[in-house]
T-cell receptor, first 115, second 111 residues
Framework: DTAVSQTPKYLVTQMGNDKSIKCEQN?????MYWYKQDSKKFLKIMFS???????INETVPNRFSPKSPDKAHLNLHINSLELGDSAVYFC??????????????FGAGSRLTVL | KQEVTQIPAALSVPEGENLVLNCSFT??????LQWFRQDPGKGLTSLLL?????REQTSGRLNASLDKSSGRSTLYIAASQPGDSATYLC??????????FGQGTTLQVKP
């Protein structure tokens, strides 16, 4: 039933490790996003994919590599994790990109803690 | 560069009070503005979306206004209830569809 599902919900790991967060949407949307919410609650866009193509890349370090095997999935892989990567990562999707894209459906978030 | 600010950062009110949450943005060239609700451990739920040509939107006890020229929006919650306790986020959109969020106002409504 869940429209946008993310796994895992919680992730605790050591500095230097590589980890992935998966996201799937069953809404038939063409566009998917990754947002990062830091400890101060600011929610910032990281990436946007439309039909498996990268549309937005907000100068995120190249340790972050999104992968979209199909338009229903957008996974986030993070290499060489750093303390500053600790945050809640939200996946979202929308029907189309651009002007009509603002009705986003968000996942429940994945809380990453780097020790 | 667009910046979105929400005041206050936190608010605590007794049940039944009417309240106003504020949002300001630095660049008036927005496509639309949205108010979201975020509950702990959950994703964001869109509450109201105001197009740049509109002045306000209403949904139940919620009313959102937009004054694009002054870079301000307010979310008015009437007759607040404990179930309204959550973090409320304001976000503006450029014509590329990218959302810029404020840091949110955490609301607690006490029974």
């Amino acid at each position: 039933d869940t429209a946008v599902s993310q796994t895992p919900k919680y992730l605790v790991t050591q500095m230097g490790n590589d980890k992935s967060i998966k996201c799937e949407q069953n809404l038939g949307h063409d566009t998917m996003y990754w947002y990062k919410q830091d400890s101060k609650k600011f929610l910032k866009i990281m990436f946007s994919y439309n039909n498996k193509e990268l549309i937005i890349n907000e100068t995120v370090p190249n340790r972050f590599s999104p992968k979209s095997p199909d338009k229903a999935h957008l996974n986030l892989h993070i290499n060489s994790l750093e303390l500053g990567d600790s945050a809640v990562y939200f996946c979202a999707s929308s029907r189309i990109q651009g002007l009509g894209a603002n009705v986003l459906t968000f996942g429940a978030g994945s809380r990453l803690t780097v020790l | 560069k667009q910046e979105v600010t929400q005041i206050p950062a936190a608010l605590s009110v007794p049940e039944g009070e009417n309240l106003v949450l504020n949002c300001s943005f630095t660049d008036s060239a927005i496509y639309n503005l949205q108010w979201f609700r975020q509950d702990p451990g959950k994703g964001l739920t869109s509450l109201l979306l105001i197009q740049s040509s509109q002045r306000e939107q209403t949904s139940g006890r919620l009313n959102a206004s937009l004054d694009k020229s002054s870079g301000r929006s307010t979310l008015y919650i009437a007759a607040s209830q404990p179930g309204d306790s959550a973090t409320y986020l304001c976000a503006v959109s450029s014509n590329t569809g990218k959302l810029i969020f404020g840091q949110g106002t955490t609301l607690q409504v006490k029974p």
